[in-house]
């Protein structure tokens, strides 16, 4: 008989992705057992792992666990082993393919600035202490995906490479929609980023928000903003913003940006939402901005509070459970406090943890 609980698939992946989904994976079986939830707990091979095990990054069977899951927590895949398999057998192809099937067309890049780390960021902390802000970024069109694409030979032994700019109403309409939503539940703000400067789909990018804004969301504040002003305004005044909405180009920077504003890599989480499928089960992927760092994997130093604030968008964003995700947020906000801290987020009279230990903390702090 088809089981009624709500399915999670683990994906480790490699390098310190196995270390942080450990710690995550802890977590997770905290609020089974002490909050009665019900999630079903399922593992795969993703990346590197899966090419060494199985010649391929992800296997027809991960892939469709992936599918039939109510979220998957992808931890992080590829390292120097795998950088030299030509492009279409690469780990990062997992990764992809996911995105593209599962047809994840919004990613969500949270930036916050925990008090405690103020001094972690590059900026000064009365710039950033509380800074909270939301980018949702459209991850499945754009420059990235548009047609004609290529690089081909041209006169006098030279080349041309071309990439297409290009949306549609549809597209347009349908980040804009998740953008308004989550803004209502946050400061009603909405600032959209283009270049309608000097791109036609920047100019339609901007007339198709406003559009939408003036039809469905009338009380949303909507600014639009020059995609170069924005990168500018984030470092001179990030707490101007909310919600930050830009296509993928504009979005992938603009997010790198902002993320660096909070300090470390280690703590920033992310989720990639799709469509409803025929059941209204959203699809979606959650999971830590940063890389495998070969650097550090095996060393349990690495920093797995991205990874566990990628499962807190889970319970927000897939599972309905806003309650538990801020719980989750307040106990690791409760371990910053504390003091505790991995190598990265090392800072003079701080105690340095270990991987595991700042999973062990987080639990308790639950407790
Ligand atoms: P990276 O994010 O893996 O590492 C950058 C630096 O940040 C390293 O010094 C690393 O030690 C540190 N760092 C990253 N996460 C940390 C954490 N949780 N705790 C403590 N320190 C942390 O980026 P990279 O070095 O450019 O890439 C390494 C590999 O990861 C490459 O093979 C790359 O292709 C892959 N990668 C994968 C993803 C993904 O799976 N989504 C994303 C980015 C890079």
């Known amino acids: 008989m088809p089981s009624n609980k709500r399915k999670i698939l683990l994906l480790p992946g490699d390098g310190i992705g ?25 593992e795969g091979l993703i990346g590197g792992a899966a090419i060494d095990k199985h010649g391929v990054p992800i296997t027809d069977e991960v892939f469709y666990k992936a599918l039939e899951s109510d979220a998957v927590i992808f931890g992080a895949c590829g390292g120097p082993k795998y950088d030299k398999l030509e492009f279409s057998k690469k780990p990062e192809r997992a990764l992809l393919k996911l995105r593209k099937e599962l047809k994840l067309f919004a990613n969500l890049r949270p930036a ?9 960021s590059s900026l000064k902390p009365e710039i950033v202490s509380g ?51 989550l803004a209502t539940k946050r ?17 339609l990018w901007r007339e198709e928000v406003q559009f939408l804004k003036d039809k469905e969301y009338k009380k949303i504040e909507l600014n639009h903003m020059l ?41 920033l989480p992310s989720a990639s939402l799709g469509d409803k499928d025929k ?18 994997a095996g060393k349990n130093i690495s920093n797995p509070i991205a990874t566990i604030l990628s499962f807190s968008m889970a319970l927000k964003y897939s599972l309905d459970l806003e309650k538990e995700s801020s719980l989750l947020d307040k106990a690791v906000e409760k ?33």
């Not at 916050?112 to 972690?120: G, M």
């Not at 032994?157 to 990439?163: K, P, T």
């Not at 400061?187 to 100019?203: D, H, L, P, R």
């Not at 919600?243 to 300090?263: Q, R």
């Open 227 to 267: 995609a170069d002003n924005c990168a500018m305004q984030l470092l001179r005044n990030p707490k101007q913003f909310d919600v930050i909405l830009a296509d993928n180009l504009f979005g992938d920077m603009l997010s790198d940006e902002a993320a660096m504003l909070t300090g470390s890599l280690g703590l």
């Open 131 to 181: 800074l909270d802000i939301l980018i949702v970024r459209e991850l499945t069109g754009g420059i990235y995906f548009g047609e004609p694409r290529g690089v081909k030979p041209i006169e006098n032994g030279e080349r041309r490479g071309v990439n297409t700019h290009v949306y549609t109403t549809k597209e347009i309409k349908r980040i804009a929609k998740v953008a308004f939503e």
């Open 18 to 42: 196995p270390e942080v989904v450990r710690e995550t994976k802890k977590v997770i079986e905290w609020f089974n057992k002490k909050k009665s939830l019900d999630f079903n707990l399922d």
């Open 279 to 296: 059941n209204g089960k959203t699809r979606s992927l959650y999971e830590p901005v940063h890389g495998s760092a070969p650097d550090i």
């Open 112 to 120: 916050i600035c925990f008090k405690q780390l103020v001094d972690a």
């Open 335 to 367: 371990t910053l406090e504390d003091g505790l801290r991995t190598t990265d987020i090392m800072s003079k009279g701080k105690k340095k943890v270990s991987t595991s230990d700042m999973g062990d903390a987080i639990i308790s702090n639950l407790n």
């Open 187 to 203: 400061k009603n703000k909405v600032t959209s980023c283009e270049k309608s400067n000097v791109m036609e789909a920047g100019v």
